[in-house]
């Protein structure tokens, strides 16, 4: 649920490097003004700065001065000769335009100001940027060009010193980025074209002491001149930092917990020092819900921001209502934004904090409509599957009344734990999709769960101690956030989040240092078991149960196709059943059969398993066959629970597109013949267009079978046979013997693989 603009990540193109070069020999030599010798600037903002707007006399002085900046933006700001070479905080938002005005911090700088010949220049503080003060050293951003300027105030054109952006993130992450100062990374830049001053104000009040601009512009992403319109929202204040805020420093290389940081900080030593982004322990935080919320939703997006006072043991979250026009991003609010949005494809949280301790300044949440209208359409799609794999017409009926309660009621807890999961990020926290991996229950058990909140929606009846997930921080799927959104609605606490909370702003580890698993973004494709998206405590069973049922449900799943072009999103057209394209078979094979290859990946000596590997102090060197060992044995033990090679590597059975056909026509004529689509619209299939799906479907499975059985024959050959050389005994000879029986009655019986997956090869039993 957590996104990082493109924008942050891309590198910065070539003309802002060259300004960037070009700004360091602007001071090269003798004589250096030292940045590093800056001094605390005035509380009072409206002394250090303030905005020029420029008359129309103005311009037309400056037009027949000679100089160009008559044409250009309408604010001009003042900086008193007083602040020049103090401190100043600089937070910079990059805010992309389309399709919807979404915020993105960058990284936010102190910075200074100096004076010299017809120019104002800002710099960055070295602080943090330089092993030695012995050496003069400047750090150029900006060079605006002076309007005119007297004894008290330089009056400059900002607009005109700023064609670039700073791209660099507020929020780092040191198992992408490295946590070593990078200066490569610190001052990637990207190029702005045609921008003006949209508005510029300073404001003085007892808590607000800032200066803001609002440059509106075309930001450049790449070299093949793409353009894209942002604003550039910057912040300046007084940098007065509190000096009783203790930093945090946390380093575990992200095997027990993960917080995000500020940018690394070089030291006198030379190494490098990073702080995790925390608020102040001290302080209550304020979340101000967008006044734009649905009256149904606000009360979920209070409960998912309260869940965290469960974690803290203390009130350490307030939530209140924002006031109209108050949108993120807001300085003076964190806002919870709510964003009309029904088909963006995330939520995602922004931080800004002070880059010098990681103290967290601000911060806000976006959540867009689509986890409403998402949430919707599966929990229908879910009822329909649920009513026909029921065993009585009672439950079937009973399902179909609680169904729109049950819609409501889902879409609620959805955004309750989609706000939770946010807020956790802008309280630090990173990802954790281990989470699922503490889930007490069984796949069947955890079907029968969903199945009871469905029918009754109103008062789930969870069992007491049921485990979902050991963090809210996890990618969980829909019947498991659901779950656990009804759990931390009630009080839950979660465990990974409580310790994890308890080390950033106590200090406090938990007993006997016993971390429930971790793992985030970077490990995902480095252990078997770190997934996003999965459910339960072994990933082996998970898969083996969804391609289990998604093979069970595939006539389901194709007339949800035509259920998906009779009621399309808002502004399509409705596309008629006999012009609906199914899913290509080969494709849908291969999507179906990865499970398989991800299982197979374990059957080497690269592969990793977190619930076996974090059992280990360390991992590596003198262990490692060791490790490799206690892998394959629990391998071992998870296929022998799950059938065996036997079961998770089967094949389709003969009968297997005729007995789906007959379940196709049994769904149309039955549960599938009416119901609610897309965006609550009501559908039928008339006598015409279900033989229309049902010879579609026909053809469909026969061409799905011959591919799957193709596919997996291939998977075995080329990637099975070559995984014994691996394995130990135990595994090796229960494989061994799979293979040897799949070879004697297919490889060697029937000389074509064609042919093999013609005949849609039979299940080969133990």
């Known amino acids: 649920m957590g996104k990082f603009s493109q924008i942050l990540r891309s590198i910065a193109n070539i003309a802002g490097l060259a300004l960037l070069v070009a700004g360091a020999v602007v001071f090269a030599g003798c004589g250096q003004h030292n940045t590093s010798q800056a001094t605390a600037p005035n509380p009072n903002m409206g002394q250090s700065f303030q905005v020029v707007k420029n008359s129309g006399k103005q311009q037309n002085d400056d037009l027949a001065n000679g100089s160009d900046l008559g044409r250009g933006p309408n604010y001009h700001i003042a900086i008193a000769r007083s602040a020049l070479g103090k401190e100043f905080l600089l937070q910079t938002e990059l805010i992309d335009q389309v399709p919807v005005a979404e915020g993105s911090s960058l990284k936010s700088r102190i910075v200074t100001f100096l004076k010299r010949d017809n120019s104002l220049y800002m710099l960055e503080t070295t602080t943090g940027n330089t092993v030695t003060t012995d050496l003069p050293q400047n750090l150029l951003l900006a060079t605006f060009p002076i309007v005119r300027s007297d004894s008290n105030e330089i009056v400059f054109n900002f607009n005109a010193g700023m064609p670039v952006v700073y791209v660099a993130s507020d929020m780092n992450d040191s198992d992408f980025n490295g946590s070593e100062y990078d200066p490569k990374t610190e001052f990637q830049a990207q190029q702005l074209y045609d921008s003006y001053i949209a508005d510029a104000q300073v404001e003085d009040t007892a808590t607000v002491h800032r200066l803001t601009i609002r440059q509106v512009a075309q930001l450049q992403h790449d070299k093949n001149d793409t353009l894209t319109p942002v604003e550039v929202r910057y912040y300046l204040s007084p940098y007065l930092p509190d000096k009783t805020y203790q930093p945090s420093e946390q380093y575990d290389d992200f095997n027990h917990y993960g917080y995000f940081q500020v940018a ?314 006999s012009e609906v394209a199914l899913p290509d078979p080969k494709e849908a094979a291969i999507e179906m059969l990865k499970p398989r290859l991800a299982l197979l990946e374990q059957l080497t000596p690269q592969a990793g398993i977190l619930g076996v590997q974090q059992s280990y102090d360390t991992v590596g060197g003198f262990n490692s066959r060791e490790v490799q060992a206690a892998q394959a044995n629990y391998l071992m033990s998870q296929v022998q629970i799950n059938g065996g090679f036997t079961s998770l590597l089967a094949f389709l059975p003969p009968t297997f597109a005729m007995t789906q056909s007959v379940r196709l026509d049994q769904l149309l004529r039955g549960v599938y013949r009416t119901g609610v689509g897309r965006g609550e619209r009501q559908f039928a299939f008339s006598d015409d267009e279900i033989k229309t799906i049902e010879a579609n479907g026909a053809e469909f499975f026969t061409a799905f079978a011959y591919e799957y059985n193709k596919i997996n024959l291939e998977i075995l050959a080329g990637e099975g046979l070559g995984k014994l050389q691996f394995l130990n005994d135990p595994l090796a000879n229960r494989f061994g013997n799979f293979l040897t029986n799949v070879a004697e009655k297919i490889i060697f019986s029937i000389q074509s693989v064609d042919v093999v997956a013609k005949v849609a090869l039979p299940v080969f039993m133990s």
Request: hydrophobic residues 40%; proline residues 6%.
């Open 264 to 577: 690394p900080q070089i030291t006198e030593s030379g190494d490098s020092v990073q702080y995790a982004m925390r608020w102040d322990p001290r302080q209550t935080i304020t979340y101000a819900i967008s006044a734009n919320t649905p009256p149904q939703f606000v009360g979920a997006v209070k409960e998912g921001a309260l869940y965290w006072n469960s974690i803290f043991g203390r009130q350490m979250i307030k939530v209140i209502m924002a006031p109209a026009g108050v949108t993120a991003p807001n300085p003076d609010y964190n806002v919870i934004q709510w964003v009309p949005y029904d088909t963006a494809g995330y939520a995602y949280a922004d931080i800004q904090a002070d880059p010098r301790t990681g103290q967290i300044l601000h911060a806000q949440v976006f959540i867009p409509s689509a986890f409403v209208f998402g949430m919707e359409n599966a929990i229908h799609r879910k009822i329909r599957k649920f009513a026909a794999d029921a065993k009585s017409a009672a439950t079937v009926a009973r399902l179909r009344a609680n169904e729109n309660l049950a819609v409501q009621r889902a879409a609620y807890a959805e955004i309750r734990a989609t706000v939770a999961h946010e807020v956790g990020h802008t309280l630090g926290l990173r990802h954790n999709f281990a989470g699922s991996l503490a889930a007490n229950y069984t796949m069947p058990a955890r079907q029968q769960l969903i199945k009871n909140y469905l029918l009754n929606p109103t008062a789930p009846n969870l069992p007491k101690n049921l485990v979902v997930t050991s963090s809210i921080m996890d990618y969980l799927l829909l019947g498991d956030d659901i779950m656990v959104s009804e759990q931390i609605a009630h009080g839950g606490v979660l465990s990974h989040d409580r310790d994890a909370i308890l080390l950033l702003y106590k200090g406090i580890q938990p007993a006997d240092n016993k971390w429930p698993l971790f793992c985030t973004d970077s490990a995902t494709d480095e252990y078997y078991d770190c997934k996003t998206f999965d459910a339960g405590s072994s990933e082996v069973s998970f898969q083996a149960w969804e391609s289990q049922s998604a093979l069970a449900h595939l006539p389901n799943s194709l007339i949800e196709h035509y259920i998906a072009a009779k009621t399309p999103f808002k502004n399509q057209t409705m596309t008629p059943v």
